[in-house]
């Protein structure tokens, strides 16, 4: 079989850097001089080397597929003329002729690529971290069980990729798995996945069980883990509930992973991933020195990247969450500048929904609580697990004054992530929307939890103290206001005023300052 240099020199590549991933833009800047082509045209020159070679893209015996990342020659190379390899020693890289006659392809055929083979440059390193959800086991006994066990993991591998920071191995290949024993960490290194989720469901009596974990594929160590179980009643319900359950847990734990990876390596070099979540880390950290740094690195890891829609998302947030909590001014230029860095993510990944929710969060503090409301629906049609999303919408209903439909929201929320890492932020402003509506009792419950939690801010001090005055707790309300005051000596009620500048509702804001007032919170 002939085949058109291209092909030639692409299996070249694949199968002189054998040991490693070689991603799609190393293979456009050598196989197409760095042209851009459609996606056809690279799987139509993949699929002509695997016919070259005997492979498919079913078995993928050779030339595996690294999924939205590259791919991968996996088969024994050795130079013509050597002797096979012992099991325990070591071989030198062949270069591209005799990589390709070792591998079984023509000599006429791979001729036309040994003349001019481009250097190549170093391989790029990971940075999306991919995930394979392998199969879930069938625990039940009975092969016919296994439609159950199939549809869950197939559920949570389409609900986790609309995470879109998150590269999710595709289904068939992730099915390629199912019945084997596998070890994560050659998972790892032969696909380049960091995390791999796996479990096993169980039926009978009436009831259903799952097991999910989340694994550190580089380390072989379990994240997170947790058992459901449920009654067998609407089976497709069912299906749907703990998949989305699941799916909610799981990414706020690899964002948590990933921030650790960055934090505890620190590279001297930090690139533009590094940059993000080392900002990230700092957002979460929930401080005002934190938040100018993530502000700060996060407009670095957009120099660095323009294309990296996350760092441009990201930093609007953080300058939202430095007006609304700390020292940043809330300026219309400020504003301005929030809602073009969303707008430029969105133009980088029209479909991403924590764009769509952050840009959202931009609109409500500029008082735009239709936009806010459209723009955290679309998030949630994007990716229905997403629970910032669901608390997004709780705020921007509440500020309209739809009390029930926002609550229903932030339950929403706190049920779907009860591991988030703005928690407190969800129960908060439910409290808020809680005191808006006359339900104090509940408000204090609900700023009683955020509370308890890390990272907690001021304002759910300010909640309480406004819901146990409201409540004619007299002394436990000007407790919690002394508290607020040595928290933020600055805090008094012309402060709180000008914090609430994303409140339009005169009823909400002289409503809310009266709470703080007869709670003992100084006018200022």
Known sequence: MRAEPQVIELLALLVAHGERMVGKDEIHRTIWRGRVVSEAALSSRIKTARQLIGDDGQSQRLIRTIHKKGFRFVGEVRRLGDEPPRPDAATATPGPPEALASAGVPAEAAAPAAADSPALPAPAPCQRPAVAVLPFANLSG?????????????????????????????????????????????????????????????????????????????????????????????????????????????????????????????????????CLHLGMHHLFRFTGADNLEAQRLLQRAAELDPRLGEAHA??????????????????????????????????????????????????????????????NESAIALNPSFAAAHCGLGDSLAYECRYDEAVERFRKAVALSPNDPQLWAFLTYGALALIFMGEHEEALRWADRASALPNCQYWTTAHRAVALAALGRRDEAQRAAQRLCQDVPQFSCAFARRKLFYLKDRRQIEGYLHGLREAGVPAG
């Open 314 to 375: 990201w930093w609007a947030y953080a300058l939202v969450l430095g007006m609304v909590y700390w020292d940043t001014d809330p300026t219309p230029e400020g504003l301005d500048a929030a809602l073009a860095a969303c707008d430029r993510a969105l133009s980088i990944d029209a479909r991403n929904a924590t764009f769509v929710a952050l840009r959202a969060r931009v609109h409500l503090a500029r008082c735009e609580y239709d936009l806010a409301i459209a723009d």
């Open 142 to 274: 009975e092969p016919s069980e296994d439609y159950f066990s199939d549809g869950i993991t197939t559920d949570i591998i389409t609900r986790l990729s609309k995470h879109r920071w998150i590269d999710v191995l595709a289904r068939n290949t992730c099915f390629g798995f199912k019945g084997r024993s596998v070890d994560v960490r050659e998972l790892h290194r032969d696909l380049c996945v960091a995390y791999v989720v796996e479990g096993a469901v169980q039926r009978g009596g009436g009831r259903v069980r799952v097991h999910t974990q989340l694994i550190d594929a580089r380390t072989g160590h379990t994240r997170w883990s947790e058992r459901y179980e449920r009654e067998l009643q609407d089976i497709f319900e069912l299906q749907d509930e703990i998949t989305e359950t699941v799916v909610a847990r799981i990414e706020p734990e690899i964002g948590l992973a990933e921030r650790n990876r960055v934090v505890h390596a620190r590279p001297a070099s930090l690139q533009a991933w590094d």
